[in-house]
């Protein structure tokens, strides 16, 4: 009987599915790939801008006959028209290319490559993450690297990052705790402890929540609240849902590699959200929408209301959504009528319509905006393996005074064409 070596495996496997054809390797290999595009065309920057996002989804199973030995691959690129709206924003960029290879040391899973540490919300490197399993439920993680440069995406060596995470997580509770350091040339640039818990004790309630203690943020000393969420739902079945949430949140700071001159507000901002659907009938809901938010720096605060109805099989084939928004924005005041009709097919195919219309005016001010919103989608799954969806939306502004709101138009109005489009096929 030979010397099983699955830690050797998996990583030929990952090379394999980078580097190397996937025929000559044992293993049950699936995946995905897609390629998404982008196009604007907008009056009032007088230029047109595309972006394409190609993505990549590798899974290797099986590897050598053994269940225990599986590896998987991430891609994602974003490319860009040569008109971009923030000329430092780079042209192309790669979003995350890594490989994971399951339980590579016994029960410790390797990542190594471009990613997001999913138990630590904000944290992203170019390294290698180690998570320890200690048991199904419980583990720790640790990774280190060098950062993407936080305003151009770039490899950089001048950015360093580290840190750890534990957790435990069942069906019906859990619990991250973590913290994540990055330097530039040396010096701290980001330091924060990062939480997260959730409780399901029934499947109709749960609460969850998470929170963010950025170190030194905004030039104070000690650790502060730069994120603070909670989230409550419950749902009755068919019949009604209910969800509240509170968040409360300021600007991300860089300590050391702050390049943006833009005066960041470091105040916090607090909002408060209620909202509720009740079904009339199985297929018909009616739904409400409220939040209300405060922001630090001046005192001043926003709300928004939200009422609608929406049916999801009339005549089994055709589904609606009417809405109306009422938005104080703490100086501006704005309301939207909104109307959707779609239908779908077969579970094949669905198509969908809409129109919205809105007002917006300037608080103490003549200012105030028209805006007209068209849009079209439709999506299609042709198979198992291929499925396509694409939408079209065109809005027209008209402002009462241009000089008074945006003095680099040229024109009280203009139009902007967003069309999108994504292609994905799985194996």
């Known amino acids: ?69 599986s590896a998987h691959f991430d891609g994602a690129y974003t490319g860009a028209s040569s008109n971009v709206y923030n000329s430092q924003t780079p042209p192309t960029r790669i979003n995350y290319a890594n490989v994971k290879m399951e339980k590579l040391f016994q029960d410790t899973d390797v990542v190594i490559g471009r990613q997001a540490i999913d138990d630590l919300v904000g944290a992203r490197l170019d390294g290698a993450l180690f998570d320890m399993h200690s048991s199904d439920a419980a583990g720790l993680g640790v990774f280190g690297g060098t950062m993407p440069d936080p305003y151009m995406d770039y490899f950089s060596s001048g950015f360093l990052t580290f840190g750890g995470f534990g957790y435990y997580k069942k069906k019906e509770a859990g619990v991250t705790l973590g913290y994540a350091e990055s330097l530039y040339n040396g010096n701290e640039d980001q330091a924060y402890i990062y939480g997260s818990t959730y409780l399901a004790p029934t499947d109709e309630f749960d ?33 009604a849902n209910l969800n509240l949430t509170y968040n409360q949140y300021r600007a991300v700071w860089y300590q050391a590699s702050e390049t ?8 916090l901002q607090k909002s408060a959200r209620v909202f509720t659907d009740v079904a009339l009938v199985p297929t018909v809901k009616v739904y409400a929408d409220y939040d209300y938010r405060i922001r630090d720096s001046d005192g001043l605060s926003a709300s928004l209301l939200m009422v609608g109805l929406k049916e999801n099989d009339l005549m089994e084939i055709f589904y609606y959504n009417v809405s109306y928004r009422n938005i104080n924005y703490f100086t501006a005041v704005s309301w939207q009528g909104a109307l959707a009709v779609g239908a779908q097919f077969n579970e094949k195919a669905t198509a969908e319509l809409g129109a919205a219309y809105s007002e917006n005016q300037q608080n103490q001010t003549s200012n105030g905006m028209t ?24 809005s027209t502004q008209k402002f009462v005074s241009v000089d008074s709101v945006y003095l680099s138009k040229y024109n009280d109005q203009y139009q902007t064409t967003t069309v999108f489009a994504n292609l994905t096929y799985r194996f």
């Not at 929170?211 to 079945?237: I, K, P, Q």
């Not at 068209?374 to 065109?394: I, P, Q």
Request: hydrophobic share 40%; proline share 1%.
């Open 207 to 239: 609460v969850n929540g998470s929170a963010r203690l950025d170190h030194n943020a905004g030039n104070t000393s000690g650790y502060d609240f730069t994120n603070l969420l909670v989230n409550a739902n419950y749902r009755s079945g068919w019949r």
């Open 371 to 394: 805006q007209i919103i068209y849009t079209a989608s439709a999506d299609y799954t042709a198979s198992k393996s291929w499925m396509f969806n694409c939408s079209v939306e065109t």
């Open 260 to 267: 943006m001159n833009y005066g960041l507000d470091m105040a």
């Open 1 to 69: 009987m030979g010397v099983e070596r699955p830690g050797i495996a998996k990583v030929l496997c990952a090379a394999a599915l980078v580097l190397l054809p996937v025929e000559g390797f044992a293993m049950n290999l699936k995946g995905r790939v897609s390629e998404s595009v982008l196009y604007v065309t907008d009056d009032s920057a007088k230029q047109n801008y595309s972006y394409t996002w190609s993505k990549l989804r590798l899974d290797a199973t099986d590897i050598y006959g053994n269940k225990e030995n």
